[in-house]
C-alpha cells in the first residue's frame, strides 16, 4: 500500500539512512559514494521522487579555507593558515605574513580593512575577496595605502547545498545552470555548534533515473566551493516515493491531432 501521498505505486516508500562514516569511496570529506545491496528501482509505468529528509552536521567548518587564505601583492603570494579568524586575528595574521612589505588593520567602526605598505605596491589577487571586502577591486592602482571599499564578511558558510551528483533532475543555479542539488540547508548555527536540518515541509524531486544502487553525496558552500569539514562526520536522511508516469499533454495533442488528420484523409 501507498506510504505516503506522494506514493501513487503499491511498492511502499523508502528511506535511504546515510552515515558518511560508512561511505564506500571517501572523495573527500564532502564527497563520498555509498553502495545500496539492492537497488531502488521504480516500478514499471512510475517515476522515482526524491528528497532530504532531515540532516545533522557539526559546524566545524573554517571561515578561512585552504581555498581562501592567500593574497597576491605586487609580485608576492602570502599565504595564511586555514581556521576560523575574527577581523582583528585575521589582520594580524596577515600581518605576520606581509611584515616586510607593510601592515593590515581592522576598522572596527566601519567593519573595514585597510592596508599600509611602506613603498607603493598594488594589491594584485586574493581568495579572500569576500572576507577582505575587496571583491570587484582588484587589482589596485600602486600605492601606499589602500582601505576596502565593501564591508569585511567573515560570516563563513551561509548555506550548505546538498548535492546528488549521480542523479539527474532539473533544479536550476542563479546562472541559470542545471543542477543536482537536492537541498539548500541554511546554516543558522555558531563555529563549534550543531546544525540541524529538520524542514516543515520537504521538497521531491523526480529524478530522470528508473533506478540506482549508490548515491555520491557531495557538499558545497553558497558559491559551490567543496566543503572543508576537518574531520567531522554528518548523518542524513533521504526518502524515495514513487509516482505515476503521466503523459504530457502536449504529446497527447499531437497524438489527438495525428489520428483526427488520419480520420479525415480517410474519409476522403
Do not use: C, W
Request: charged share 15%; no cysteine; aromatic share 8%.
Amino acid at each position: 500500500m501507498p506510504s505516503h501521498l506522494l506514493n501513487s505505486s503499491d511498492k511502499s516508500s523508502q528511506s535511504i539512512y546515510i552515515h558518511s562514516e560508512d561511505a564506500v569511496i571517501n572523495i573527500s570529506d564532502s564527497d563520498k559514494i555509498y553502495y545500496f545491496d539492492e537497488a531502488i528501482v521504480a516500478p514499471p509505468g512510475f517515476r522515482i521522487l526524491i528528497g532530504l529528509t532531515s540532516m545533522v552536521i557539526p559546524n566545524a567548518i573554517y571561515n578561512i579555507t585552504s581555498t581562501s587564505n592567500t593574497i597576491k601583492i605586487g609580485s608576492t603570494t602570502y599565504t595564511i593558515t586555514a581556521g576560523n579568524y575574527s577581523a582583528q586575528d585575521l589582520a594580524t595574521a596577515i600581518t605576520t605574513q606581509i611584515s616586510s612589505i607593510g601592515s593590515v588593520t581592522f576598522n572596527e567602526d566601519n567593519n573595514i580593512f585597510v592596508f599600509t605598505f611602506g613603498s607603493a605596491t598594488f594589491i594584485d589577487s586574493t581568495t579572500m575577496e569576500r572576507q577582505l571586502g575587496l571583491r570587484n577591486q582588484l587589482p589596485t592602482t600602486s600605492l601606499t595605502s589602500y582601505k576596502a571599499i565593501n564591508l569585511a564578511d567573515l560570516g563563513g558558510v551561509r548555506n550548505v547545498y546538498v548535492r546528488l551528483s549521480n542523479l539527474t533532475m532539473n533544479n536550476i543555479d542563479s546562472n541559470g545552470t542545471t543542477n543536482n542539488i537536492i537541498a539548500s540547508v541554511i546554516n543558522d548555527t555558531n563555529f563549534g555548534a550543531y546544525l540541524f536540518h529538520n524542514p516543515s515541509e520537504v521538497l521531491y524531486y523526480q529524478i530522470t533515473e528508473q533506478q540506482f544502487s549508490h548515491l555520491n553525496i557531495s557538499l558545497t558552500d553558497q558559491s559551490n566551493i567543496a566543503l572543508e569539514l576537518n574531520g567531522v562526520e554528518y548523518t542524513m536522511t533521504l526518502t524515495v516515493h514513487f509516482t505515476k508516469q503521466r503523459e504530457s499533454s502536449q504529446k497527447s495533442s499531437l497524438l489527438r491531432e495525428i489520428v483526427e488528420q488520419y480520420k479525415n484523409k480517410e474519409k476522403k
